[in-house]
DNA sequence: CGGAGCGTTGAGCAACGTCAAAAGACGTGG
DNA sequence: CCACGTCTTTTGACGTTGCTCAACGCTCCG
């Protein structure tokens, strides 16, 4: 399983159109395993390798003083991160292997002439940054203008669509492997505060999330109640 | 003043060198003014074109149902906008001019063939879009792990950091022309509330917010105050 | 002189954080 | 199998932050 021209290409790597993924599969030289809470890289770190997410969560982290780092991106399977390293070097956050995790490595001395070769896959690639950056002011609009519940139900959501997206999820059953202090530092609030919201969206009906495994009995009104458009994710297909 | 080739390189168009610089400029076909608050463009829409802030301040505002659209980022002087829009094509968020602005227009049928043609040049306006991408990360962090006095200060010192980049702050005044209600859509937070914060920081000696001029007293003080550390921005030199 | 937009203030309340404790889940070694 | 420690989830009590609603003043402009 840890040959890297095994791997399928899965959730936004089908953005790529399939002989473009060739290629890009070409480039990873091999598949790093990592286990739960390793930290991949460090902020400031010159970085001369990014990473495909093949399994598990990648989330980036800025260190706090007080109290655990915030969470302002989480990666799923067919997530680059860290691909703007290659045109920005030095990365302002912690890259950390939330679960278990295998990531395929490429390394931007393999990756420069490529991309220097292909105008179109290099501009594939841009978009996936910039699909990135998307989904990064989806979360500021999450932090800034969602309370609580509506917060957590939209990222619940946003979660399912992205791992869905991946083939890991069918809609109504999704495993999300995240403790309920990383959906804290995502969300903007208290672990405390979560665990009552999580209870009152249970309540409600709207899903339960337990043991790793989130369940949404009826995915539309899961939505409704989450006020969860998925425009922002530039979903493939 | 509405020759594009007049046009100075100012703030973050400091991170391209002079030659590019002038490959850039020579794109621009036109400068456009728009008075305070219109809609350049709208969520949805097709782009065929990609703005650079010339003067004024331009807002990405995401329309709500009930009360004013939140604000997931302001583009100063010397910033792309809606460059994203380039790869991407489609937007998320609406394009508002905050105050009266000046833009110059690039259309993508022009832009294609440079970027085609030089690699260096593709990769630093790609490089561009990932510091957009970088403090909007920003964005999410303030607004889900600050709290209002922090999180206020922290946005304060931003666009002072942002606008001495452009030439347009001296590191102690510089004219912000946000209402009050602007600065509350970009935090997250009410006008009322944001009201009270300023009075606050004005009474604490780090700044005071008045008819569109800021001033702080002491920058290091305030930067302090703030939790700023200005690295995220990646500012040229 | 009269709006319209913006800033300021007050009172009351809901949302959310803090602190503390306990209960379940899970692996480890005896 | 049980005892133990660690990590995670859950709950309670209480304090604070920040929101809501409402009013009023200020300034600019017609």
Redesign the interface.
Known sequence: MDDPQAIPAQGMMRRLDPAQWEVVRAAFKRVDHHVEKTVISRR?DQLDASLLVVAGIVG?Q?P?ERSRG?L??LQVPGDFVDL?AF??K?L??DVVAITPVRVAVVCHRALRPM??AD?AL???L??L??????V??????R???MRARVRLANFLCEMEARLRAAGLSDGRRFALPLTQDHMAD???MTNVHLNRVLRELREDGLCTVRGGEVEFPDLARMHHAASFEP??L?LPQ
């Open positions: 400031g980036r800025v706090q915030h302002v991106s703007h045109p920005l030095r302002d956050h991309l220097d105008v290099s501009r594939a841009w978009a940054t910039l699909v990135d950056a998307s990064h002011r989806h979360w500021a609009l932090n800034g203008a995502a969300c903007g425009g922002y530039y």
